[in-house]
């Protein structure tokens, strides 16, 4: 059974420029999560996805935007880059709505 | 809004000691879960547990649901068990929320 991925492990990019994560889920699962992790603190949720359809978003403003596909992967899209956005960024699978949620290893954002 | 307190914030131990991390939530959970973040930011599922009692090896937890509190025990700590545990709560279908997370640093 594979696990969560998410590619590209790190990522460097500048001030306003646009960025595409991706997140494959592990098998079976049909949900996903996405956080946002600062130095120091703990990962906030971001948005999540269910069977394609976004289900539940934090306070992250527009420009922070989703997709999820028919094999239930996902992409997080972040246009216009701050410096704050630099983050350890995690995607989450799990195969019901509360259910247990497991980790990909995250991308890691640096925005200059 | 949702609380999810984690106490000690920083606990630092000799090799082969016991330990007890406390998660304090502020409602009632469909969802708990411990992780264990390692130094390179992977999350590691050690337990689910929105209730009730486990263990797995040096590791148990115990959820007490009705007062609201969630407990994870290390026993023999290993330099390995280094790093921050994190408890994450579900209420109803919303998202997990994270605690503020206990730092654990082992001395051989």
């Known amino acids: 059974e594979t696990g969560v991925t998410q590619s590209p492990t790190h990522l460097i990019k500048t001030r306003g420029q646009q960025v595409t994560l991706r997140c494959s889920s592990q098998?079976?699962?049909?949900?996903v999560s996405w956080y946002q992790q600062a130095l120091g603190q703990g990962p906030q949720f971001i948005f999540q996805y269910y069977r394609e359809e976004e289900n539940g978003r934090g306070n992250f403003p527009p420009r922070f935007s989703g997709l999820q596909f028919p094999n239930y992967s996902s992409e997080l899209n972040v246009n216009a880059l701050e410096l704050d956005d630099s983050a350890l960024y995690l995607c989450a699978s799990s195969s019901t709505l509360a259910g247990e949620q497991f980790f990909g290893p995250g991308t890691r954002l640096t925005v200059l | 809004g949702i609380q999810v307190e984690q106490s000690p914030p920083d606990l630092i131990l000799q090799e082969g000691a016991n330990s007890t991390l406390r998660c304090n939530f502020s409602?009632?959970?469909?969802?708990l879960q411990w992780f264990h973040q390692n130094p390179w930011g992977q999350l590691i599922n050690l337990f689910y547990?929105?209730?009730g009692t486990k263990q797995n090896g040096r590791l148990s937890a115990t959820t007490v649901a009705t007062e609201r509190y969630s407990l994870l025990y290390i026993s023999s700590s290993q330099t390995t068990d280094s790093g921050v545990y994190f408890c994450a709560v579900i209420f109803g279908n919303e998202k997990l929320t994270f605690g503020t997370g206990t730092r654990l640093t082992i001395i051989p």
């Open positions: 547990i929105p209730s």
């Open positions: 098998s079976g699962h049909n949900t």
């Open positions: 409602d009632s959970v469909n969802n």
